[in-house]
């Protein structure tokens, strides 16, 4: 394995474990879960693994196979996170800053050093999410030391599918099994989360952290966002001849930085106003929208509607009419398009080609803004969908789009 091996080069010594935590990309259920709401995703083929072994010092090394500088690893299109979050944290007293070799652009781990950090201020680019999760597990009052850890990943990058989070739980996995912590699976996702929200500063909800975490192959995982409660959700697409197509539209738009905060902060002020706790408490749709206006209005309309077509979507596939749930995916891109206005060009573009190329069913997947979009395609409709779109793209001069198709995948593991 590329990451114990790279370690062995670089550390001299055997790493104790290796974990690997997946991507995902999210059937339906978006922007639901930070108002108590409900949520669909399923883990990708892709992920981050993490090499590591414990330091009898607090100080903990970083390598990434893959970073190519700063910031390569940490983005994922979801709203782009800031750095703010990190320097205005507590250092942990332990001396000067020391950054040593921070390029670990050269490649397999034979002359790449390792980036050093024995003071959380020292993080930046894609160590962020590293560093923000031995952070939280320390703020947590967990006893946790140093480590030399590892990282090679291969989700897509820029596509919106969780490389963050996912190197997020494969170092928290890491440090749950050196340290013998015994959290679980929730738990480290919820770690992972306040790392991003309080370390790397992107108010993100649990979603990606809980799929990463708690997926199973085969499965989809629902997640009521307010219990916590989760269930492994059977997703057996290609007995029904059908799949998901991942079409990464290679775009995110960086202007729309900030959007994501500002999406929740208009549902948090929706909620006040119609005195809930959080939106996932409106029952009577008619009645709250018709004491809303605006940007609330819209954004309490698509939240509600979300909510109910995660639940139907649920009920089709318990029914085993799986090829039926094309029509929610596309309700809930137009209600993200008009009411949430979290797409942007590309991404409709995308889905709409899709369907026009035969796609039962299309929409952005994940934050918005760019990103990827999925397709539930039949098997024998998939090369005219992606002939559709690729043709779509080409006709606007835009770069032509990247397909993956997705089969839903296990969760974090341990590999060794
Ligand atoms: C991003 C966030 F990280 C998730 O928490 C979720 O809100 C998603 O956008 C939208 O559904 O991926």
């Given at each position: 394995?590329?990451?114990a ?9 055997e ?22 709401g ?29 970073s ?10 979801s ?13 942990d007293?332990?001396?000067s800053p ?10 397999q781990?034979g ?16 160590a962020?999410y590293?560093?923000?999760v ?19 990943g ?12 996912a ?14 912590l ?7 996702a ?28 085969g ?22 001849g ?15 930085d900030?959007?994501?905060a ?13 005195g ?9 749709l ?7 206006d605006?940007?609330?209005?819209k ?12 639940q139907?979507l ?23 398009r ?6 942007c ?12 190329g ?6 952005m997947?994940?934050?918005g803004f760019?990103?990827s ?5 039949a ?5 005219r ?7 779509s ?9 990247r397909?993956?198709p ?9 590999l060794t």
């Amino acid at each position: 394995m590329r990451a114990a091996d790279a370690f062995r080069a670089v550390n001299g010594r055997e790493p104790e474990g290796a974990w690997h935590a997946p991507g995902r990309v999210n059937l339906i259920g978006e922007h639901t879960d930070y108002n108590d709401g409900f949520v669909l995703p399923f883990a990708v083929p892709w992920g981050v693994t993490s090499a590591a072994a414990r330091r009898d010092d607090d100080t903990l090394t970083l390598l990434s196979l893959q970073s190519d500088g700063a910031g390569s690893l940490g983005t994922d299109g979801s709203g782009s996170p800031r750095t703010d979050g990190a320097s205005s944290l507590r250092t942990d007293g332990s001396g000067s800053p020391r950054t040593e070799g921070a390029d670990p652009s050269e490649g397999q781990g034979g002359d790449a050093r390792p980036l050093v950090i024995s003071e959380y201020g020292q993080a930046e680019g894609w160590a962020r999410y590293a560093v923000g999760v031995l952070w939280a597990l320390r703020e947590a009052g967990h006893a946790v030391g140093g480590a030399d850890i590892v990282i090679d990943g291969d989700v897509p990058q820029g596509a919106g599918l969780s490389s963050s989070a996912a190197l997020e739980l494969a170092v928290a996995m890491a440090f749950n099994d050196l340290y013998e912590l015994g959290l679980s699976g929730l738990d480290l996702a919820l770690i992972a989360q306040k790392a991003e929200n309080d370390f790397v500063g992107m108010p993100c909800g649990i979603m990606d952290q809980a799929a990463s975490a708690l997926c199973r192959e085969g499965h989809a995982l629902f997640m009521d966002c307010r219990s916590l409660a989760t269930r492994a959700v059977p997703l057996d697409l290609a007995a029904h001849g059908l799949r998901v197509l991942i079409i990464d539209t290679g775009v995110h738009h960086e202007l729309a930085d900030g959007q994501y905060a500002r999406r929740r902060q208009d549902c948090e002020n929706a909620a006040k106003r119609l005195g809930v706790d959080a939106l996932r408490d409106v029952t009577d749709l008619a009645g709250a929208l018709s004491r809303l206006d605006g940007d609330e209005r819209k954004r309490v309309q698509h939240v509600v509607t979300e909510n109910h077509r995660v639940q139907a979507l649920i009920g089709l596939l318990r029914a085993g009419a799986v090829s039926e749930i094309g029509a929610l995916l596309n309700a809930s891109h137009i209600s993200l398009r008009d009411q949430y206005e979290v797409s942007c060009p590309e991404l409709d573009v995308a889905v709409e080609a899709a369907v026009r190329g035969g796609a039962r069913g299309a929409r952005m997947t994940g934050g918005g803004f760019g990103g990827s979009a999925i397709a539930l395609v039949a098997d024998d409709r998939e090369q005219r969908v992606r002939d559709e779109v690729t043709r779509s793209y080409e006709s606007r001069g835009w770069a032509p789009p990247r397909f993956l198709p997705a089969t839903p995948s296990p969760g974090a593991h341990r590999l060794t």
